[in-house]
């Protein structure tokens, strides 16, 4: 399996409501990343977790909260969100933090925020 | 800025033709790594040159590196409709942070 999974593919949520996206990674790699990418931008990136612990967040509002509940597996847990932060999320993976072999990505959520 | 500057911002060529894209960082550069991310979907690695390589091939992608102006450029020969797509660079030595892009748009 060389792919990273990200569920749902897209999705539209209230501000009031409470949702999670989902990443899946059955590669071995023990560095997974969130990012959020805006349209004719490149990716924004948002957390990065190196062996199931959080090393980096990039200043992301705590409306956006990460999960890492195993080494496989990574969430994005959202919460009374704003309609910017509409966007496409994408989960990326890589054999270790800062990778020389590169990373690999799923295919993203489109989040919706209305 | 860890964030590399693509240009150009934009590039339409004819199918068949040579597509040349290229990425200038501010600080010094050390693995750089071009990705491909057609249109709402994520990113696909291309291809990664290390720092004490100048050039590198991958099929019709062709890719060279100057540390010492701190830059890479990506050749496409003879580029497909295919090809279309964003395409960014990332400097492992920037830790994650992508390049700002060039969209590239081939016309059958």
Redesign the interface.
Same mark, same amino acid.
């Given at each position: 399996d060389t792919e !990273?999974t990200?569920t749902p593919k897209h999705l539209v949520m209230g501000m009031t409501n409470k949702k999670s996206l989902k990443c899946e990674q059955h590669m071995g790699h023990r560095a997974m990343?969130w990012y959020k990418q805006k349209a004719?931008?490149?990716?924004e990136?948002m957390f !990065?977790y190196s062996y199931e612990k959080l090393s980096?967040n990039e200043s992301v509002p705590s409306r956006f909260s990460p999960e890492c509940p195993n080494s496989s597996l990574l969430n994005l847990h959202l919460h009374a969100l704003q309609p910017e932060d509409s966007a496409?999320y994408?989960c990326?993976s890589s054999q270790v933090p800062? /990778?020389?072999? &590169?990373?690999?990505? &799923? /295919?993203?959520t489109?989040l919706t925020v209305v | 800025s860890q %964030?590399g500057e693509e240009d150009p911002q934009a590039l339409s060529i004819q199918e068949g033709e040579n597509a040349t894209m290229n990425c200038s960082y501010k600080t010094s550069i050390n693995?750089l %790594?071009w990705?491909r991310q057609n249109s709402? @979907?994520?990113?696909?690695?291309l291809i990664?040159i @290390?720092s004490n390589e100048r050039e590198k091939h991958s099929g019709r992608l062709r890719v060279t590196l100057d540390t010492s102006k701190k830059s890479s450029s990506l050749l496409i020969t003879a580029s497909r409709a295919a090809d279309t797509a964003s395409y $960014?660079c990332?400097d492992?030595?920037n %830790?994650?942070? $992508?390049?700002?892009?060039t969209?590239l748009t081939v016309i059958p």
């Open positions: !990273v990200q990343y004719k931008k490149p990716p990136l !990065v980096i496409l994408l990326a800062d /990778s020389y072999y &590169g990373y690999t990505f &799923g /295919s993203g489109r | %964030q693995n %790594q990705y709402g @979907r994520g990113l696909v690695h990664l @290390r $960014f990332a492992t030595g %830790q994650f942070y $992508f390049g700002t892009g969209s």
